[in-house]
């Protein structure tokens, strides 16, 4: 596995094997980050489930200003940390042990980039988009990666569903805060004068 673009292009990237570990496949990195491209200079990106926090070091890679990591798994904090200084994007990472779940409880900081890769088919998805909505920047995305057979709903409180792709098992789900006033404004437009 290695970084795609950017200031460290080619750099090697340990992963994870396991259950409840499992690194993002390259094909399916490459796609989502293609589709996001122009969100990531100068954003602000929190990479929750992180396992080897190759989302996140794509992410400073290719110009983001911060990344944050959480992951509560030490394995994966250790791989994370050898990560970091093996690709030398120690600028802008700050790296968080903790459940990801009483971290957005508890976080104040807003994000225009979300990366959530929680375990596969054990209905956590679902809940953590929800929590994680608040520290969505008005402006931000989300980006939710699940197994193939998942499936999210279009609205999830706050959040609209913008896009999905499908990288071989890997579905990838993007979502942005619903605009209520915009929404009004295109039903409005649709009305042609004397119809109902």
Request: aromatic content about 8%; glycine content about 8%.
């Amino acid at each position: 596995m290695r970084i795609i673009t950017g200031k460290a292009r080619n750099k090697k990237i340990i992963t994870l094997e396991g259950e409840d570990v499992r690194p993002t496949t390259q094909r399916a990195k490459e796609g989502i980050f293609s589709a996001i491209q122009f969100k990531i200079p100068g954003a602000k990106v929190l990479d929750l489930f992180s396992g080897s926090g190759q989302m996140g070091l794509e992410s400073l890679s290719r110009g983001a200003k911060q990344v944050c990591f959480v992951d509560i798994n030490s394995d994966s904090i250790a791989v994370i940390k050898k990560n970091i200084s093996n690709t030398g994007l120690n600028v802008g990472s700050r790296i968080i042990k903790d459940d990801v779940f009483r971290f957005l409880a508890s976080n104040s900081v807003m994000f225009d980039i979300i990366f959530l890769d929680p375990p596969y088919y054990k209905n956590l998805a679902l809940k953590a988009i929800k929590k994680a909505a608040k520290s969505l920047a008005e402006e931000g995305i989300l980006v939710v990666e699940t197994g193939k057979g998942e499936e999210l709903p279009d609205e999830i409180g706050s959040m609209a569903l913008k896009k999905k792709y499908q990288y071989g098992n890997v579905l990838f789900w993007t979502y942005t805060h619903e605009c209520k006033s915009n929404k009004e404004e295109d039903n409005a437009d649709d009305h042609i004068p004397g119809e109902f």
